[in-house]
């Protein structure tokens, strides 16, 4: 009797099926492989020859790792996509989709329509170890994450692709109090969210489809997700009842297709063989080179230090620093002298309210009589939940925080850096004053996180894990790349020999080039100065240190608190500014505190915000969630908003008075957001009715999502699939959407191009959008820089159509559609100055927000408009504020009027004292990577502030909000801006 081996080596575990000769399974195992896949294999095989002994077996490979085993030992190699499409039809089962997620890779193969396979490239997001990292962040395992996403009442907006942006989304609802439930459940539309949009790419999943992979076996709310979202009946949605061993099993059946057969003991020989002397993984030098230099940085690295002074002995006032993390909570109690007298660094553990009772708790029981907290103050992500809950005196922006604790330490500081659990700040620092602020955007792999993934997925704690850095021999040179690229760097590391300790010390150099090159971007070192501070947990990693002075080739100085810098800032501060009695919340009062939390949906406005209301002993509460006031049941003054403005203005412009009988959809999308008063007119004129698309919102996003061909796309565009979609909800006789290379030309560029998304994207919809087949797009190419030419090309174009138009009739609209189209923008420039006026009146501030027209939609800017407006500042648009009368001077091609209006807005804004600049900036966005650099450099000009709010499909105004906050206060001579405002 001949057996059959089938082998799945994926990129986290590894599968084996072995089938009889009567093709019964008669061995099967799935387990994780820790990358030491060759090992694992090895005793599968030691455990699979204990019954067949010496029998033949025929033997086939598949998976991401299998290709690599088949080539060293000549093992057939099968491609998952042939084994999954071979059980298919050897089953005879009727599929026409199959949707693989995997450890590290996902993938949807259309069988139906012909043979297509399309599976994840760049990024591991959505897949078995995303929800791993996820079930991490929130202290459960993933089966408790899968039973709790079952109970959920509501979901959030998370982003997928990467684990930090997830864990941005995800670390402020449960810091503000969140139900597990229900960020259960998100988490899995996120993976769902993110293959419909990633991988299937605008291609239609339907009919019959069948779901493998271990996260899809083991998961009920994630299928259950999966069913929803695609609308599949149980007869559509097929979940094998092996499906985590299907690819395996289908290998397996492959096998009988090849040459020869192998006992257990010589496929076991070729395994064990040595593998290839070929080495893909540089190495670099070690860290330290001797123990001596290693004490000589331990030396120099001491005489950074707080003084620290025993609790028990301390009497007389004390103040109370409270840094409320994203991942962790931090808290110090100072003395009169700035001595510590208590300290705590942990977990938040998902429920940063219950943690910091108990360690208050414990601080009031060492304090007795002998101690007074006089003053306290809280910074961080929770730091409006936590002062709100407990009473604390302050709160203050977490980058003032930081400054302030370096500043003690060195007053002379040039560059600040600190590296978190999952984010990085750095901050540029002249004569006291912070000239710039950068933040990780993109990218986790430069934080503390990305390390103790690591350490953990190779079974050491994080401790342990970074002192083995300190003297490997042979770092290996994983460069600066993501967690899904570093995982297969250190796979190929290790199969080439390298030690645990090499790939610490390697794993620690990436972190500080991640910082270096990625998020300080610097071309010269010098530039950062010569009184550099570091800190964070993460920089108490020696290895990490020592990577950042070889790699700067410059001493810093880390304080010996590095992790409590920011409760340390936040308790220096309170002491400066303590009032005459402290609101804190008493020892007797913090006994009897009991803290509860519950989602609602708002529906006092059309944003209809997902809010979290937490209360506090019964009696008060504090909510979090919102974009406007209206649910705080408090009236604020209404302040002057350019962005409200506009989008007001537009959504009245749809016409129900029309002569004819036709009706035209309008989508209010993309470049619709400048030019919809010239066709909304131009259509007007011709006797038409308009209607205009619904809203943006999630719902009207997911309406589209199934059509967009493109993950890395910029939301915008993504929104535009649902807005032709709520057109045909409306009934419109035809969609009016046209293409237009050229904006209208207005003297401040070298040309006036529409970037390729905004000229061309109603190309992309009929491409893909399925109702364009039977609602005509009517897409004619345009430019409205030749009224003549113009007027000739929609005669021709709406001809095909309206047969009854006359030429004369069309170009009288024109002509009265440029006349609307100049109406409003003079409508918006004195919009603008009586803004400006309103806000040197009332003394408020003013902050011009420079984006795009379509960035004025509030389901795109998730409303930062109306957050600035709630921290008391007037909010203008680049639109209201830049000049038509000069070219401005930039170091780049100008040739895109958009940016252009940004580089002409920002050097007028140089002509106000009293201006801010914030510009908004679309992930996917090409033309932004250079916009960004050269709207920093024009304000660098003149010593002003850069910042800088990326915005997607995922809402995270908590970290909108500190760099707004970091932007107010930005200097320690300024320091009572901030006090107790909630700004």
Not at 127 to 147: E, H, K, P, R, Y
Not at 937 to 954: F, G, P, W
Request: with cysteine; net charge negative; charged share 20%.
């Amino acid at each position: 009797m001949t057996y059959r081996m089938g082998i799945d080596a994926g990129s986290t575990t590894l599968k084996v099926v072995v089938l009889d000769d009567k093709e019964n399974i008669i061995y099967s195992s799935y387990e994780r492989h820790y990358s030491k896949i060759l090992s694992k294999l090895l005793e599968e095989i030691k455990k699979i020859k204990l019954f067949l002994e010496d029998q033949p077996v025929q033997v086939a490979i598949t998976g991401s790792a299998g290709y690599g085993i088949a080539k060293k030992t000549g093992i057939h190699f099968v491609q998952e996509v042939f084994a999954t499409a071979y059980l298919v039809k050897e089953e005879a089962l009727e599929v026409d989709t199959v949707i693989e997620l995997g450890g590290e890779d996902a993938k949807i193969i259309f069988l139906t329509g012909g043979l297509e396979e399309r599976m994840n490239s760049t990024c591991a997001g959505g897949t078995g170890a995303f929800i791993d990292q996820m079930a991490s962040l929130m202290n459960v395992d993933t089966m408790t994450l899968d039973q709790l996403s079952l109970q959920h009442e509501s979901l959030y907006p998370i982003a997928s692709r990467c684990g930090v942006f997830a864990k941005s989304d995800i670390q402020p609802l449960l810091n503000q109090g969140a139900s597990k439930a229900d960020i259960s459940a998100s988490i899995f539309q996120a993976v769902v969210d993110q293959t419909i949009i990633g991988l299937a790419q605008g291609r239609k999943i339907q009919g019959k489809v069948m779901f493998l992979g271990g996260p899809l076996y083991f998961y009920e709310g994630l299928k259950k997700c999966f069913k929803e979202t695609l609308n599949l009946t149980d007869e559509q949605a097929i979940f094998p009842t092996n499906s985590q061993l299907f690819v395996a099993t289908g290998c397996a059946k492959f096998s009988q297709n090849t040459q020869g057969a192998y006992t257990l003991e010589v496929l076991a020989q070729k395994l064990i063989k040595d593998e290839s002397s070929e080495k893909k993984v540089g190495r670099l030098k070690p860290l330290f080179q001797t123990p001596e230099d290693y004490k000589l940085f331990k030396i120099r690295h001491g005489q950074n230090e707080v003084k620290k002074v025993d609790i028990r002995t301390y009497e007389g006032e004390a103040y109370l620093g409270i840094d409320a993390g994203s991942t962790t909570t931090k808290m110090v109690l100072i003395g009169t002298q700035e001595e510590i007298l208590f300290e705590f660094y942990a977990s938040n553990q998902g429920n940063p309210v219950e943690l910091i009772k108990a360690q208050l708790l414990e601080v009031y029981e060492a304090c007795g009589e002998r101690i007074q907290i006089v003053a306290s103050g809280v910074t961080g992500y929770g730091e409006e939940l936590i002062k709100n809950a407990f009473k604390l005196d302050f709160g203050i922006v977490e980058t003032m925080a930081h400054f302030t604790a370096a500043h003690y330490f060195d007053p002379e500081v040039t560059f600040i850096l600190d590296i978190g659990g999952q984010d990085i700040k750095c901050f540029k620092v002249s004569s006291g004053r912070i000239q710039s602020i950068m933040l990780n955007e993109a990218c986790s792999s430069g934080c503390g996180s990305f390390i103790e993934t690591f350490a953990l997925q190779l079974g050491y704690d994080v401790k342990t894990f970074a002192q083995m850095a300190l003297f490997a021999k042979n770092p290996v040179d994983l460069g600066s790349r993501c967690t899904v690229f570093m995982n297969s760097s250190v796979k190929e590391a290790q199969k080439e020999g390298a030690t645990i300790e090499d790939v610490s010390a390697g794993l620690a150099i990436s972190v500080v080039k991640n910082a270096l090159y990625k998020v300080i971007r610097t071309n010269n070192v010098e530039e950062l100065g010569d009184h550099i501070v570091v800190q964070g947990g993460t920089l108490l990693n020696d290895g990490i240190l020592r990577s950042l002075e070889i790699e700067l080739e410059k001493e810093t100085i880390r304080p010996n608190i590095a992790g409590l810098m920011g409760a340390f800032g936040v308790a220096l501060y309170a002491k400066e500014n303590r009032a005459v009695c402290s609101s804190l919340l008493s020892y007797e009062k913090l006994i009897h505190f009991r803290h509860m939390s519950k989602m609602t949906r708002c529906k006092l406005c059309t944003n209809h915000c997902n809010l979290i209301i937490n209360y506090f002993n019964d009696k008060e509460k504090y909510i979090s969630g919102n974009r406007c006031e209206r649910p705080m049941g408090t009236i604020q003054e209404k302040l002057p908003n350019l962005y409200a403005f506009k989008y007001e203005k537009l959504r009245q412009m749809n016409v129900t008075h029309g002569t004819r009988k036709e009706t035209i959809g309008l989508p209010l999308v993309l470049n619709f957001y400048e030019l919809l008063p010239f066709w909304s007119k131009f259509f007007e004129v011709l006797g038409f009715n308009v209607v205009l698309s619904t809203p943006s919102n999630k719902k009207l996003y997911r309406m589209g999502e199934y059509s967009i061909p493109s993950d890395t796309i910029c939301y915008p565009a993504k929104l535009a699939h649902g807005h032709i979609e709520s057109l045909f909800s409306q009934k419109v006789d035809a969609i009016f959407y046209p293409c237009m290379s050229y904006n209208l030309n207005e003297g401040i560029s070298d040309n006036c191009f529409n970037c390729p998304i905004v000229a061309y994207y109603p190309e992309v919809l009929v491409a893909n959008v399925e109702g364009l087949k039977t609602t005509a797009l009517i897409n004619p190419y345009v430019d409205l820089n030749y009224p003549k030419v113009l007027a000739k090309t929609l005669y021709k174009t709406l001809e095909k159509y309206f047969s009854d138009i006359s030429y004369k009739e069309l170009k009288g609209a024109v002509d009265q559609a440029y006349v609307a189209q100049a109406m409003y923008k003079e409508a918006v420039l004195a919009e603008g100055k009586r803004a400006i006026d309103y806000a040197r009146t009332h003394h408020k501030r003013i902050v011009a927000l420079l984006g795009r027209p379509y960035h004025i939609d509030p389901e795109i800017n998730h409303g930062i408009d109306s957050l600035l407006n709630n921290l008391g500042a007037v909010v203008l648009s680049e639109d209201a504020l830049y000049s038509t009368t000069y070219k401005p001077q930039v170091e780049v091609l100008n040739q895109w009027t958009y940016q252009a209006r940004l580089y002409s807005a920002t050097y007028e804004s140089l002509k106000q004292a009293d201006m801010d600049v914030i510009q908004l900036v679309s992930f996917g966005c090409g033309t932004d990577a250079i916009t960004s650099d050269e709207v920093a450099q024009i304000l660098a000009t003149k010593d002003r502030l850069y910042t800088q709010l990326k915005i997607d499909e995922t809402s995270n105004l908590g970290a909108a909000k500190i760099r707004i906050r970091s932007m107010f206060a930005k200097s320690l001579a300024e320091p009572k801006q901030e006090g107790t405002t909630h700004a």
